[in-house]
Nanobody
Framework: QVYLEESGGGLVQPGGSLRLSCLAT????????MAWHRQAPGKQREFVAR???????GYADSITGRFTISRDNVENTLYLEMNSLKPEDTAVYYC???????????WGQGTQVTVSS
């Protein structure tokens, strides 16, 4: 079992920045990929960014160049640095982890990000 706890959300003005964190605890040794997803009001949850244990990363087109995903494998913490935030980035942001060898997927409870003036 892997437990994920997000933090760092809040209210920010357009053009501002936020840094989200996700602490992973439990059987983290088998986690091979972590990711951020988000869900805006009235919309489906969507992929934001992913990062493998070796550091390879991928991003959604909508946030490429503005957001940066990183992970600290020693501290078992995932980060999302968000810059040049837009009102359309407003959503609940969820941390996700995938582990093996028997595939398992875990989700955090989410952290609210609101971009508004």
């Amino acid at each position: 079992q892997v437990y994920l706890e997000e933090s760092g959300g809040g209210l920010v003005q357009p053009g501002g920045s936020l840094r989200l964190s996700c602490l992973a605890t439990g059987k983290t040794e088998n986690v091979y990929q972590m990711a951020w997803h988000r869900q805006a009001p009235g919309k489906q949850r969507e992929f934001v960014a992913r990062i493998a244990k070796d550091g390879r990363s991928g991003y959604a087109d909508s946030i490429t160049g503005r957001f940066t995903i990183s992970r600290d494998n020693v501290e078992n913490t995932l980060y999302l640095e968000m810059n040049s935030l837009k009102p359309e980035d407003t959503a609940v942001y969820y941390c996700n982890a995938e582990s093996g060898p028997s595939y398992m997927e875990y989700w955090g409870q989410g952290t609210q990000v609101t971009v508004s003036s």
